[in-house]
């Protein structure tokens, strides 16, 4: 497609159950990060990929976060047993590159995660 | 630690006015954008401004930069409703050599409401 891709839009889950949520980049963008915005907190980085590796996982918040990239495109962001404060949306974006002069970074439509 | 500030966090405007937007950053940046978000959407790109004294302009919507200030505004001229949405600064963070890889550090939101 013409945009960054996200699924599923909306997700609503139980506490303690793991949830997975995918992105898929514009074509040909090698960066490709995942953000999530909550009332409380505001956009928060999570973690950046330069093709599939993660040079940057600092804004993971625990350990029960991980997020994986492969074949330099898709990116699947896992959360394990989902808690009530991981309610957030959380938005991936891609860049044609890292350190460019613009790298601008263009925005998926967000995955709004729900914890009951 | 990189941090940005946005101020006014709340701003309702009248059809026809004008006002301005600011934003503050807390250590040298390697450049800084603009997006807007409008309720339940994904951020879209407004602006990227580069060096110190840069200036671009959208429409009713004017982006400028001070880098030895650290501070970004974005003015509106003339409001318009369709112009009610939250505006966002975000800046990348240089490292020690001299270049960034793009991972955004996003100020609080301003949430703009134009009304007749």
């Known amino acids: 497609g013409a945009g960054v891709s996200q699924s599923p839009s909306n997700k609503v889950t139980e506490k303690g159950k793991d949830v997975e949520l995918r992105c898929d980049p514009i074509s040909g963008h090698t960066a490709l990060y995942w953000y999530r915005q909550s009332l409380g907190q505001g956009l928060e980085f999570l973690i950046y990929f330069q093709g599939n590796s993660a040079p940057d996982k600092s804004g993971l918040p625990s350990d029960r976060f991980s997020a994986e990239r492969t074949g330099g495109s898709v990116s699947t962001l896992t959360i394990q047993r989902t808690q009530q404060e991981d309610s957030a949306v959380y938005l991936c974006a891609s860049s044609f590159t890292s350190g460019g002069a613009k790298n601008i970074q263009y925005f998926g439509a967000g995955t709004r995660l729900s914890v009951l | 630690e990189l941090k940005v500030e946005q101020n006014p966090l709340f701003l309702s405007m009248q059809e026809g006015k004008n006002y301005t937007i600011y934003c503050n950053y807390s250590?040298?940046?390697?450049?800084l954008y603009w997006y807007r978000q409008d309720p339940g959407k994904s951020l879209e790109s407004l602006f990227v401004l580069l060096s110190n004294g840069a200036v671009k302009q959208e429409g009713r919507l004017m982006a400028s930069l001070d880098t030895k200030a650290r501070l970004s505004t974005l003015h509106i001229t003339a409001a318009v409703h369709d112009l009610s949405a939250t505006y966002f600064c975000a800046v990348t963070l240089a490292n020690a050599g001299g270049t960034s890889y793009g991972k955004l550090t996003f100020g609080q939101g301003t949430i703009l409401t134009v009304h007749p």
């Open positions: 250590t040298t940046s390697d450049r």
